[in-house]
């Protein structure tokens, strides 16, 4: 049976990814792919479920060797195969690394590529920021609340 519903994806996502970080990663590009399938008309869900799966491999088969059909994002997809996954769901989430060689010629695939691109750098960015500007991480974590003092409107 095919894993068609958020909550069938997050199970999943929850079970083969430790890091809150990465967790947070695919949320994020879930939230952006299922904006992008409203605006374009297209199916929120499926579009979202594959945001959501994109990544999940990720920390169980790293690949660091950038080996086409074997770990991350390889693995996955055949996890996602044996589950019934749809052959384009399966070629979007390989399209997102450029060393498997597929080609991006959906939509769907040229729109998580660029998303997990962006979203990537947003989440680094703002773990940059928050740690300069000595929040702690919180910034990036979703947080904004700050001990330290905020100026208020209009200047200081």
């Given amino acids: 049976m095919a894993i068609a519903t958020h909550a069938e994806a997050n199970s999943l996502v929850e079970s083969w990814t430790a890091s809150d970080s990465r967790r947070k990663h695919v949320l994020a ?14 199916n929120v869900e499926r579009w979202g479920v594959t945001g959501l799966l994109h990544d999940f491999g ?4 790293p690949n660091a060797d ?10 996955g997809v055949r996890y996602l195969r044996s589950q019934g996954a ?4 399966c070629q979007a989430i390989l399209g997102q690394a450029h060393y498997t060689g597929v080609g991006r010629e959906t939509r769907l695939a040229k729109t998580l590529f ?16 928050s740690s300069s500007l000595g929040l702690d991480g919180r910034l990036a974590q979703g947080s904004t609340s700050s001990t330290a003092s ?7």
């Fill in 66 to 75: 950038q080996r086409a059909d074997e770990e991350h994002p390889a693995e």
């Fill in 58 to 61: 990720y920390e169980r088969y």
């Fill in 29 to 42: 590009v879930e939230c952006a792919l299922r904006a992008y399938a409203q605006r374009f008309g297209e």
């Fill in 86 to 89: 749809d052959e384009e769901m």
């Fill in 114 to 129: 660029v998303c997990d691109e962006h979203i990537s750098f947003v989440l680094a960015a703002m773990r940059a920021a």
């Fill in 150 to 156: 905020t100026p208020p409107r209009g200047g200081a």
